[in-house]
């Protein structure tokens, strides 16, 4: 693993060692250690004059503390230079090896939205795949460094576009992300969140009726509003507000699956809809106010964490990689009707609160940070039309994509304290 302190355990306490799984002709296993090497970057401070001419051996030889096996080769790092306040990036002397596929396997996939934080998940592990892969983004929310380790890889191409506007490629699959995702960046501009919801996607329809490339959409439990049933499947046709703060992207959503659905009705396009829960894990923005990045961040700053409304409101949360595999599943199934893809777990907020507050003490304590004083948990009035409960019924994704979280939220936690904790450190966080 990049990060040799890290053991991952799912929850039966078996380690995990591999990501993916060969389900519907498709394999998608790939080593986490190479996977984590990509999101995971080692950050070295030259400390002192003695220091400033650190051979390129001692700092391979620092470097190798951090990657085991052989990704060292594969990871760029962060170096700070004190005496300059000056940071410099390594470029990859090469790239991570990606799996190779006779031309028959090897699928052109289109990924709109990938270099957001799902996105560039994805775009890793089909990478890694061996696919031949095209991120299609405006940079709105994304942001170029989350996949420039694949920058020059005759396997992918990166284009800036706004999916509002037609696009043409030629490609046997699109995974259609583009779409801010979190409250303050789709409350920025409410009439652009709806215009991408539904030019986006009909766009991105339209090129896969003339492609006949299969077609994904990730949807969101938010189509399910403040849910009157609980948990929730994916027969419960919502509770949503239509004119609220929430409506542009929880609307925006609904319509984009009623285009899909059209769609596949009128010109046999073959869609698959995912609905996903509440998602984290490293590359998540640190700022954009949703709930485990705001914790973390708090905590990582000695801060208070701060909880709006009582925190008896539960949520549940699933790993980066559990719902990358999810969506990989769905891509590769049989399966047309919506899907649920997140993890049952369910915690209070106020309880969830407690549980970053310890993993980050515990990642300092192993680093040998010193607190200056410990982040007290506290509670402030709640948004308006913020749902009350939140948890997904997986049944669906269980018995037709055999697919289940293995994830524990400690494990994925731990994974992104660091990440943050990395970021902070490198000054660019
Ligand atoms: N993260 C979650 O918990 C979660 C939950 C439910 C659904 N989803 C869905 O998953 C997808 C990805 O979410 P994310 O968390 O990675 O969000 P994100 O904001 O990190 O990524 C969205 C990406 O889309 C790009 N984008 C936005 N508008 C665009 C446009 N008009 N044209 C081109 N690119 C555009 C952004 O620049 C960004 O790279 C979204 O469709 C979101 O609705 C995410």
Same mark, same amino acid.
């Given at each position: 693993?990049?990060?040799?302190?890290?053991?991952?355990?799912?929850?039966?306490?078996?380690?995990?060692?591999?990501?993916?799984?060969?389900?519907?002709?498709?394999?998608?296993?790939?080593?986490?250690?190479?996977?984590?090497?990509?999101?995971?970057?080692?950050?070295?401070?030259?400390?002192?004059?003695?220091?400033?001419?650190?051979?390129?051996?001692?700092?391979?030889?620092?470097?190798?503390?951090?990657?085991?096996?052989?990704?060292?080769? +594969?990871?760029?790092?962060?170096?700070?230079?004190?005496?300059?306040?000056? %940071?410099?990036?390594?470029?990859?002397?090469?790239?991570?090896?990606?799996?190779?596929?006779?031309?028959?396997?090897?699928?052109?996939?289109?990924?709109?939205?990938?270099?957001?934080?799902?996105?560039?998940?994805?775009?890793?592990?089909?990478?890694?795949?061996?696919?031949?892969?095209?991120?299609?983004?405006?940079?709105?929310?994304?942001?170029?460094?989350?996949?420039?380790?694949?920058?020059?890889? $005759?396997?992918?191409?990166? !284009?800036?576009?706004?999916?509002?506007? $037609?696009?043409?490629?030629?490609?046997?699959?699109?995974?259609?992300?583009?779409? $801010?995702?979190?409250?303050?960046?789709?409350?920025?501009?409410?009439?652009?969140?709806?215009?991408?919801?539904?030019?986006?996607?009909?766009?991105?329809?339209?090129?896969?009726?003339?492609?006949?490339?299969?077609?994904?959409?990730?949807?969101?439990?938010?189509?399910?509003?403040?849910?009157?049933?609980?948990?929730?499947?994916?027969? +419960?046709?919502?509770?949503?507000?239509?004119?609220?703060?929430?409506?542009?992207?929880?609307?925006?959503? /609904?319509?984009?699956?009623?285009?899909?659905?059209?769609?596949?009705?009128?010109?046999? !396009?073959?869609?698959?809809?995912? /609905?996903?829960?509440?998602?984290?894990?490293?590359?998540?923005?640190?700022?954009?106010?949703? !709930?485990? &990045?705001?914790?973390?961040?708090?905590?990582?700053?000695?801060?208070?964490?701060?909880?709006?409304?009582?925190?008896?409101?539960?949520?549940?949360?699933?790993? %980066?990689?559990?719902? %990358?595999?999810?969506?990989?599943?769905?891509?590769? &199934?049989?399966?047309?009707?919506?899907?649920?893809?997140?993890?049952?777990?369910?915690?209070?907020?106020?309880?969830?609160?407690?549980? !970053?507050?310890?993993?980050?003490?515990?990642?300092?304590?192993?680093?040998?940070?010193?607190?200056?004083?410990?982040?007290?948990?506290?509670?402030?009035?709640?948004?308006?039309?913020?749902?009350?409960?939140?948890?997904?019924?997986?049944?669906?994704?269980?018995?037709?994509?055999?697919?289940? $979280?293995?994830?524990?939220?400690?494990? #994925?936690?731990?994974?992104?304290?660091?990440?943050?904790?990395?970021?902070?450190?490198? #000054?660019?966080?």
């Amino acid at each position: 693993m990049a990060d040799s302190r890290i053991k991952t355990l799912d929850k039966h306490g078996q380690e995990i060692t591999t990501v993916g799984f060969d389900r519907f002709g498709f394999d998608s296993e790939v080593p986490l250690e190479g996977l984590r090497a990509l999101y995971l970057r080692p950050h070295y401070v030259l400390k002192s004059d003695s220091q400033k001419s650190l051979r390129d051996d001692a700092e391979e030889e620092e470097h190798a503390k951090f990657a085991a096996g052989n990704n060292a080769l +594969y990871q760029s790092k962060s170096i700070y230079h004190p005496d300059t306040n000056a %940071i410099s990036y390594t470029t990859l002397t090469r790239f991570p090896p990606v799996k190779l596929l006779a031309p028959t396997q090897r699928k052109r996939i289109l990924v709109t939205g990938g270099a957001g934080f799902v996105g560039s998940h994805l775009v890793d592990r089909l990478m890694l795949l061996g696919h031949d892969v095209t991120v299609l983004d405006n940079f709105f929310t994304g942001s170029k460094t989350t996949v420039s380790h694949w920058i020059g890889h $005759p396997n992918f191409e990166m !284009v800036r576009h706004d999916v509002v506007e $037609p696009f043409m490629i030629e490609c046997d699959q699109i995974y259609h992300l583009a779409c $801010p995702a979190s409250p303050p960046h789709y409350q920025y501009n409410a009439v652009k969140t709806v215009k991408t919801s539904f030019l986006g996607t009909l766009n991105m329809l339209g090129l896969a009726k003339r492609t006949k490339a299969r077609f994904l959409i990730t949807s969101t439990s938010e189509v399910y509003g403040d849910p009157e049933v609980h948990p929730q499947n994916e027969d +419960y046709w919502g509770h949503v507000n239509p004119i609220g703060p929430r409506a542009c992207y929880d609307e925006g959503k /609904r319509v984009a699956e009623t285009l899909t659905y059209g769609y596949m009705r009128q010109d046999n !396009v073959q869609v698959r809809v995912a /609905r996903i829960f509440n998602t984290y894990g490293p590359r998540m923005n640190p700022f954009d106010g949703r !709930v485990v &990045s705001n914790f973390i961040m708090q905590a990582l700053r000695g801060e208070d964490l701060t909880v709006y409304g009582d925190g008896k409101q539960t949520r549940s949360f699933q790993y %980066i990689h559990d719902l %990358i595999d999810g969506l990989i599943c769905l891509m590769n &199934s049989d399966e047309t009707r919506p899907v649920n893809i997140g993890n049952g777990d369910e915690f209070t907020i106020g309880e969830f609160a407690e549980l !970053v507050r310890e993993i980050v003490e515990k990642v300092q304590d192993e680093d040998g940070v010193k607190r200056t004083r410990r982040s007290e948990v506290v509670y402030k009035p709640i948004p308006t039309d913020d749902p009350q409960k939140r948890r997904p019924d997986t049944t669906r994704a269980k018995e037709s994509l055999k697919w289940q $979280p293995r994830w524990t939220v400690r494990m #994925g936690l731990e994974e992104m304290v660091r990440y943050y904790k990395a970021k902070m450190a490198e #000054g660019s966080i």
